[in-house]
């Protein structure tokens, strides 16, 4: 078991049993950060090689898996949500995708309670490629490991995001700096099946969020676009007025100035438009 990896786990104590499999299902030579996000109760860990790091209030994920990331000392971080596990995981197979150079991040696979892949954790449009490895556009934030290098070159996750899409931020980040994400359906996280409503500002913070993100990497052309396709798609998918009504504010909202003035628009490259296009997720939608 490579000693290059360490494990980062974000908690709001709301789900005490459930991080407690999480926990266990880690390999136990590997160090893991349990990072409590202003939660009520306080983590205590029997588990050895595990810190944890207890935060006065909720900074958001991002934020908050960015100071998980600050206690570690490994090449290799990888994450995982409080109320996953990894079914199948195999500290030789993530070493061989990180022996590519070109590599900056692996992305594992999630199923469900049945086994099988939702499409929203398949990145890959639709459902297509559940099973097939090789070279991705995006992943996701529970259930990945990344370059500790190169998270920190590409400056990390985006704290203002707070909740939704900050994988998608990094990821075209990652991609204009010339990595790559492999997709390696072997590393399996089992994970329930959610939907957004499980946060209580899901539908909001996605539009804004949405927004947010296109106006800082994409070129104004295929901003324009996503950001339309993804107001259309986003009305549609929403379940009932309530949604919609959150969707549209925030989707609105993501037009205002975002609170760090230190994050600046940096329109990513017109091949690494063409790049995430051919590693079947264009920006475009």
């Known amino acids: 078991m490579s000693p290059t990896t360490c494990w980062v786990i974000l908690t709001l104590t709301n789900?005490?049993?459930?991080?407690t499999a999480a926990t266990r299902s880690i390999p136990s030579k590997h160090h893991l950060v349990v990072v409590n996000n202003g939660?009520?109760?306080?983590?205590t860990m029997a588990r050895q090689h595990t810190t944890v790091l207890a935060l006065d209030t909720n900074m958001g994920v991002p934020e908050g898996r960015n100071k998980g990331v600050s206690a570690t000392h490994s090449a290799i971080v990888a994450f995982l949500d409080d109320d996953a596990e990894l079914a199948?995981?195999?500290?030789?197979?993530?070493?061989r995708c990180f022996a590519d150079e070109r590599v900056g991040?692996?992305?594992f696979r999630i199923v469900d309670e049945t086994g099988q892949s939702a499409r929203r954790?398949?990145?890959?449009?639709?459902?297509?490629?559940a099973t097939q490895a090789g070279p991705v556009a995006v992943f996701l934030g529970g259930a990945c490991a990344i370059?500790?290098?190169?998270?920190t070159s590409v400056g990390g996750y985006w704290a203002d995001l707070f909740y939704g899409h900050e994988e998608l931020d990094l990821s075209w980040r990652l991609a204009d700096q010339g990595f790559v994400v492999r997709y390696e359906p072997s590393l399996v996280v089992a994970h329930p099946s959610t939907t957004i409503e499980r946060h209580p500002q899901g539908w909001r913070l996605s539009a804004r969020n949405r927004v947010w993100v296109a106006r800082r990497?994409?070129?104004?052309?295929?901003?324009?676009?996503?950001?339309?396709?993804?107001?259309?798609?986003?009305?549609?998918?929403?379940?009932?007025h309530k949604q919609k009504t959150a969707y549209l504010a925030g989707w609105i909202d993501g037009w205002r100035p975002w609170p760090d003035p230190n994050v600046t628009r940096q329109p990513i490259r017109w091949r690494t438009?063409?790049?995430l296009s051919r590693r079947g997720r264009p920006p475009l939608i």
């Open 273 to 275: 438009i063409v790049a």
């Open 15 to 19: 789900r005490t049993r459930a991080l």
């Open 217 to 240: 990497n994409l070129p104004l052309p295929v901003l324009v676009v996503h950001v339309l396709a993804w107001l259309v798609l986003g009305l549609i998918r929403a379940p009932g």
């Open 88 to 95: 199948k995981f195999d500290s030789a197979t993530l070493d």
């Open 121 to 129: 954790h398949v990145p890959r449009l639709g459902r297509r490629g």
């Open 147 to 151: 370059r500790r290098d190169v998270y």
């Open 39 to 43: 939660g009520a109760l306080p983590v």
């Open 105 to 107: 991040a692996v992305a």
